[in-house]
Each structure stands twice: as structure tokens, then as C-alpha cells.
């Protein structure tokens, strides 16, 4: 038998258009970050600081906007290699890598600048401590 027709004739394909929708739900949960219940377990943010509470100050990555360009500030320590501000990432409105900032801890403050010409809605910024983990903030564009 040709297996569209058999998988037809066992309503396999109206089952198919059905496990689609938990894919859907999960895409939108991915496109806001900020509220998802992976902030505060895989990344953290202000509002979800899981693990590291009382850390949200230092590792919350503070975005000040001018024009096209963005400041970015991580109110953290640069204690060498010991503790530090290893990089900003900017991510787009759907996640998508942009273009990230290394830090030397022996001469960097873990402050960056980004031209955001072309981006929409949305950017995220990410701030990763080498002992911390990775810290989520989101500006609106
Ligand atoms: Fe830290």
C-alpha cells in the first residue's frame, strides 16, 4: 500500500497538524524571554534571579540608548581572572545572535557600545560572569 495512503486511512495525518500546536506554544515562549521559566534556571534576569538572588545589581546588564547606539553597562567587578564580566552579546528580537563584546579583566571596565541600526521592537543583552552564569535584560526599541 503507498504510505500517504495508508497513514491516511489511520488518521495519522490529522494527527500530525495536531503536535504542531505544542511547537508553536513553545516558539512563543522562547520569543519572550523575559517571562519564560527558563529565566531564573538557564538564564537570569531582575525579576528571576533563581539561584542568585541578592546577585541581580552586579550582573544585570543596564542598556542606555542614544540615538542608534546602545551603552551597556554590568555593574560587576573586574577581580582579574578570578571574577569577572566575560563578554555582552546583543540579540535581536528573535534571539538571534548580532554581535557580542570580549572583556580583558586585567585592563577592561565590562562596559560596551553597539550600533543597533536595522534592529526592530526589541534587542536583549546578555552579560556572562565567569562565576554567575548568564544575566538577561531587554530594551524596547
Ligand atoms: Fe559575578
Do not use: Q
Not at 504510505?3 to 489511520?10: A, H, S
Not at 537570569?44 to 543596564?62: L, N
Not at 546583543?90 to 586585567?106: D, H, I, Q, S
Amino acid at each position: 500500500m503507498h504510505r500517504r495512503l495508508f497513514l491516511k486511512g489511520l488518521g495519522v495525518i490529522g494527527v500530525a497538524s495536531s503536535v504542531v500546536l505544542p511547537k508553536i506554544a513553545f516558539a512563543g515562549d522562547m520569543l519572550d524571554p523575559m517571562g519564560s521559566k527558563l529565566a531564573g534556571s538557564l538564564y537570569y534576569t531582575k525579576d528571576a534571579p533563581g539561584r542568585w538572588k541578592g546577585k541581580e545589581e552586579t550582573h544585570v546588564p543596564m542598556i542606555e540608548r542614544s540615538g542608534n547606539s546602545i551603552e551597556v553597562t554590568t555593574g560587576h567587578e573586574m577581580d582579574g581572572y578570578v571574577h569577572y564580566i566575560i563578554k555582552h552579546i546583543l540579540l535581536n528580537e528573535n534571539l538571534e545572535f548580532v554581535e557580542e563584546t570580549l572583556f580583558n579583566p586585567e585592563i577592561d571596565a565590562p562596559i560596551s557600545e553597539h550600533d543597533i541600526t536595522g534592529l526592530n521592537n526589541r534587542l536583549y543583552m546578555v552579560s556572562l560572569c565567569n562565576k554567575h552564569d548568564a544575566w538577561l535584560n531587554m530594551l524596547t526599541l
